[in-house]
């Protein structure tokens, strides 16, 4: 069965510091994976996803995520923390032979000025 | 373009009540989904909706949940009798279809945050 492991539920960055959130898949087949961001009040925004062309991808708001098959890794980066990012954030993986969302725990990350 | 709006945001409720959430996707979208995500877990798959059309409800907790999508438009979700464990966030999703149909980009409303006193 596929699945997403998200690790550490609350990440705190500083302002200006590099944002990782990691995520794992576990998958039989190729998986395409997903990374959602919610705001207080808002729905589910996607930030990017990977459907099996580049390895890297960009997304929203200066994130970007790089798949690695061998680490069964999808981690999502941010090269500087802005106030804004703060939020939390989902990993998901759509499911073989249909198109629902399985999603990791969240990470809700505070930004520390 | 509208995105995914949900009724009510929050809903307090006595155990053993009715409520009805309801969801209209983006316009044009022919597939619909309802997601929960109960405190401290997961947010999880209920069902999803082709046009009118169950294709899958195979997250449905139990036979309380009715969800429904006359039209093809809006959807609702009900709860009947409720329970305690029903409290949680539900989320609505939609999307067009695409022909790869694991790569469409779903698009969520803010939830409907329900509480089961």
């Known amino acids: 069965a596929q699945s997403v492991t998200q690790l550490g539920s609350h990440v705190s960055v500083s302002e200006g510091a590099l944002v990782l959130l990691r995520c794992n898949y576990s998958s039989s087949v190729p998986p395409y994976l997903f990374w959602y961001v919610q705001y207080p009040n808002q729905g589910l925004q996607l930030l990017l996803k990977y459907t099996s062309a580049a390895t890297l991808v960009k997304g929203i708001n200066g994130f970007e995520a790089e798949f690695k098959k061998s680490e069964t890794s999808f981690h999502l980066t941010k090269p500087s923390a802005h106030m804004s990012d703060a939020a939390e954030y989902f990993c998901?993986?759509?499911?073989?032979?249909?198109?629902?969302?399985?999603f990791g725990k969240g990470n809700q990350v505070v930004v520390i000025p | 373009e509208a995105g995914v709006t949900q009724f009510p945001s929050h809903s307090v409720i006595e155990k053993g009540q009715t409520v009805t959430l309801r969801c209209d996707p983006i316009s044009g979208h022919d597939n619909l989904y309802w997601y929960r995500r109960v405190m401290g877990k997961e947010i999880k798959f209920l069902l999803h909706?082709?046009?009118?059309?169950?294709?899958?409800e195979s997250g449905m907790p139990n036979n309380r949940f009715l969800a429904e999508r006359t039209g093809g438009t809006y959807s609702t979700l009900k709860v009947q009798p409720a329970e305690l464990e029903d409290s949680g966030v539900y989320f609505c999703a939609s999307s067009h279809p695409v022909a790869e149909i694991r790569t469409d980009t779903q698009y969520f409303g803010p939830g409907t945050r329900l509480t089961v006193l």
């Open positions: 998901a993986v759509s499911l073989y032979g249909n198109n629902r969302l399985a």
């Open positions: 909706f082709v046009k009118e059309s169950k294709q899958d």
